[in-house]
């Protein structure tokens, strides 16, 4: 049954709601000490131009337990992965991480940033 424009403006708002780019170190770091702080899983998944060991990063989304979706963007600061926190949330042995066939995120951030995803659930 075809979704009414009503209710697509609806999901579409709420969306917008819970969603926040990130291109800042500062709030980057913000937001990932509060995620290593609550200690609870999170959703994690990777974009790129042909995602893998040689396909760029670009775009690290993270959402929480709580709804909220982080989209930080490493193509336009690079320095998001050191500085603002995302190595040691990406590495924590006590967060856990789920993805879904996490193979290309995995070695982009390994063959890219020298990280490795640690406490990982991987639903596929």
Known sequence: ???SSESRESVRY???QVS???VNVKE?????EEMIR???PIGLDGEGVNLGPKGKLTLVQISTMAGQVNI???QTNPALITQGG???LLQSETIVKVVHDCRNDSAALYHQHDITLKNVFDTQ
């Open 20 to 22: 926040k780019v990130i």
């Open 86 to 88: 995302l190595n040691k």
């Open 14 to 16: 709420r969306t917008l």
């Open 72 to 74: 930080f963007d490493v």
């Open 28 to 32: 980057s770091f913000e937001i990932v």
């Open 38 to 40: 609550n200690g609870q």
């Open 1 to 3: 049954q075809p979704i």
